[in-house]
């Protein structure tokens, strides 16, 4: 693994300048440099990309070919079709305990895709945008390319990755224009729980900024975790409050790219009014699958579920025993996010591993598992890894691990 795949790359003769302060995403350059190292003959482990490994369910795959065949096949109207707005209306009314309108949906081509609609539809030179941190690589970088300014929030593994209120309090100011939370969380796997986003939405009332909310990774929470939206617990915030969420994690349908907002619905205009200029509509037959997904069988939603958090106890309890990382146990996604700190300093042959980005390195070298350096989530001492694998790759993946980490002096 490569230094630069975290740094900005020199923008040629003739690009736009705003492309110099972008970075290229770390989870595709890692496993990029994987399947690279694949193709060379090399048995390599891949924790990096964030990904379920599951099939597509059957019945999802079945409405696609169904829908072929009865020619969906056209152009739709740009936010989806009326059907598929309904079934997310319906599905965030039944899971989040509030009523949602299909006025208030427009699907995208996936959730990282509803969330450029709407740093284009929001932001602004020298607005702030408050990232907490560890955050998903993109949210910053959807800032910087509207020429705004993410403010990026440390949190801490002693208050379980969240923001605390004071924290959150500390970072409001004039110029903020949104934050942007994600629960669960990509990277860390940590939830915000009722209390918690309680004592938060207690803070965003003194100020009118926009409220993001990432639940992409809501379905996957593990242990009983009562995984609560803000729009549940704070409705007066509505007509600020946005949630995006989507197909990709919950019904393993990463490949349709199919994601969405839930926004008030001069904002939902306005989203759709960017998407106009830019994909259309979402595939049509894509969207029919998903309303075969909303509204069909969950039973192998739940089997995922269970499985993952099979995976979850097997990675973290395994990486928690290596002598010199630490990792903590998340609510939620499908992620373990050790503390590497321990490592840091030692001697690998004649090489001094000075952060964790050479520990990474070292993994993928010498345990031949590749994992995502801390540092492109803006956590230095950190490295994440999917458990979106099964448990035979965890177990040899975790092993390799260890025995790479018992080399070094």
């Not at 941190?133 to 208050?159: C, F, H, N, R």
């Not at 306005?270 to 039973?299: F, K």
Request: hydrophobic share 45%; proline share 7%; net charge neutral.
């Amino acid at each position: 693994m490569r230094r630069e795949v975290i740094e900005a790359r020199p923008v040629p003769r003739d690009l736009a300048s705003r492309l110099s302060s972008i970075k290229p995403s770390a989870t595709i350059a890692i496993s990029d440099r994987a399947n690279a190292l694949r193709a060379q003959g090399v048995d390599v482990i891949s924790f990096g990309l964030g990904e379920p490994d599951f099939p597509t369910p059957l019945n999802i795959r079945e409405a696609a070919k169904a829908a072929i065949d009865a020619g969906h096949t056209r152009y739709t109207r740009v936010r989806g079709v009326a059907p598929l707005l309904q079934a997310i209306a319906d599905d965030a009314s039944r899971r989040r305990g509030v009523s949602f309108s299909p006025r208030e949906v427009v699907v995208s081509v996936g959730a990282k895709h509803s969330l450029f609609n709407l740093a284009l539809a929001l932001f602004e030179p020298g607005d702030e945008v408050i990232v907490p941190a560890p955050y998903w690589v993109s949210y910053p970088e959807q800032a910087l390319l509207m020429g705004a300014v993410p403010k990026i929030v440390q949190t801490t593994e002693a208050d379980g990755f969240r923001l605390t209120p004071a924290t959150l309090a500390s970072a409001l100011g004039p110029r903020t224009k949104a934050i942007v939370l994600c629960t669960p969380s990509n990277p860390t796997g940590s939830a915000y729980d009722r209390a918690s986003l309680e004592a938060l939405a207690a803070v965003l009332r003194g100020h009118d900024c926009w409220i993001i909310v990432d639940e992409i990774y809501s379905q996957l929470v593990y242990d009983g975790f009562e995984q609560v939206s803000l729009a549940t617990i704070a409705p007066d915030l509505r007509d600020r409050l946005v949630i995006v969420d989507g197909a990709s994690k919950s019904y393993a349908m990463t490949g349709w790219r199919i994601g969405w907002m839930i926004a008030p619905p001069a904002l939902a205009d306005a989203c759709e009014m960017v998407q106009s200029q830019s994909t259309t509509n979402p595939s049509a037959i894509a969207q029919q699958a998903a309303i075969a997904a909303l509204q069909g069988d969950r039973a192998p939603m739940e089997a995922m579920v269970a499985e993952f958090a099979a995976r979850r106890t097997l990675m973290v309890e395994g990486l928690d025993s290596i002598p010199g990382i630490r990792c903590r146990m998340p609510e939620g996604a499908f992620y373990a996010f050790p503390s590497v700190e321990g490592l840091v300093g030692k001697r690998a042959g004649e090489k001094v591993l000075a952060d964790d980005l050479d520990i990474a390195s070292f993994f993928l070298e010498q345990a031949r598992c590749a994992v995502v350096p801390g540092a492109a989530f803006g956590a230095p001492g950190y490295v994440r890894l999917s458990y979106a694998a099964s448990q035979a790759q965890i177990r040899e993946g975790v092993s390799r691990i260890a025995d790479a980490v018992a080399t070094l002096r």
